[in-house]
């Protein structure tokens, strides 16, 4: 780790990691976040080069965001299967039966989705997002169904979806909420707003991973049952050492964000490699919907 933090700082490389990374990769991160937070610190690097441990969409919206910037991805093969599961041709079908609707993408989208969308959004600011669009705007949200249920509640407001979801957080289960609590009757469950409707309903709090750790800090309760990918859990150890955590279910592991480890960061640290690039014509137009999106949650 000694050696990985010295190249970085010998080439000036900001290293930016999401909350599902390993432990040790979070640990030599100059910053770690969420999805939003990784787009905003990936714009505001004070170096040239930046090198995004997570997911392709991670790193496109920062080289998206920073076309000046040199942007690195440790695993370039790292992805994710929601945001890989809507083509823009969807997308531009709905815009020829709805000319006048409104795309908004999840930020977990390829930049070519993003390209074609009027604004994105993270969990962290989608309810604010769409409380500042017309209300009588026809919207389609895409990918992430779940989300998108967990905002329309919220807002009280109909959406059109896509039927997709985070496989992840859709594997847990009301019931296993349900056995969770009986063993732990004292703990509070933190949950994902990407996760089923019922798991969301039966939560003492929703939201983004960020908000998560955030309540975890703030919160008098001594246990949390968390229903999010396991990396989060590291984040929320740091600042409450003696708090007990638990994942709602075993198998809340992300494979794509795992399959970044520090011998490739330190490969692609000596090497400058893998350079993402976003073509220009995509990336000018998936620039206006991420910059929307930086402008509503300001």
Do not use: W
């Not at 933090?5 to 990691?17: G, L, Q, W």
């Not at 999805?35 to 905003?40: E, L």
């Not at 997002?129 to 779940?146: C, G, Q, T, V």
């Amino acid at each position: 780790m000694e050696e990985i933090k010295r190249i970085k700082n010998e080439k000036s490389v900001y290293i930016i990691a999401h909350y599902y990374q390993r432990d040790e990769i979070q640990d030599i991160a100059d910053f770690v976040g969420d999805s939003y937070a990784m787009a905003v610190a990936a714009k505001n690097s004070p170096c040239d080069t930046i090198l995004v441990a997570g997911v392709d969409f991670m790193a496109e919206s920062a080289a998206i965001l920073c076309p000046a910037k040199t942007v690195l991805s440790p695993e370039p093969a790292a992805t994710c299967p929601m945001a890989n599961s809507i083509e823009v041709s969807d997308v531009l079908k709905y815009k020829q039966e709805h000319p006048d609707g409104l795309i908004v993408s999840y930020v977990n989208t390829p930049a070519a989705i993003k390209a074609v969308s009027d604004i994105c959004c993270t969990s962290s600011n989608a309810v604010k997002i769409i409380e500042k669009l017309p209300p009588d705007a026809r919207i389609f949200f895409i990918p992430d169904e779940n989300l998108g249920s967990y905002v329309a509640s919220k807002l009280d407001r109909p959406l059109d979806f896509y039927p997709s979801s985070c496989p992840i957080h859709a594997a847990v289960s009301k019931d296993d909420i349900l056995q969770r609590r009986a063993e732990y009757p004292d703990a509070e469950v933190l949950v994902h707003p990407e996760c089923d409707p019922e798991v969301v309903a039966s939560a003492d709090f929703v939201g983004s991973t960020a908000g998560m750790v955030a309540y975890a800090a703030k919160s008098t309760a001594n246990a949390f049952i968390i229903a999010t990918e396991c990396g989060i859990m590291h984040e929320i150890k740091q600042s409450n050492p003696d708090k007990k955590l638990i994942l709602a279910k075993e198998e809340l592991i992300c494979s794509n964000m795992k399959s970044i480890t520090l011998e490739k960061i330190r490969y692609s640290l000596e090497n400058l490699q893998t350079i993402i690039t976003v073509p220009e014509d995509i990336r000018v137009k998936a620039a206006v919907a991420l910059e929307k999106m930086i402008t509503y949650s300001s």
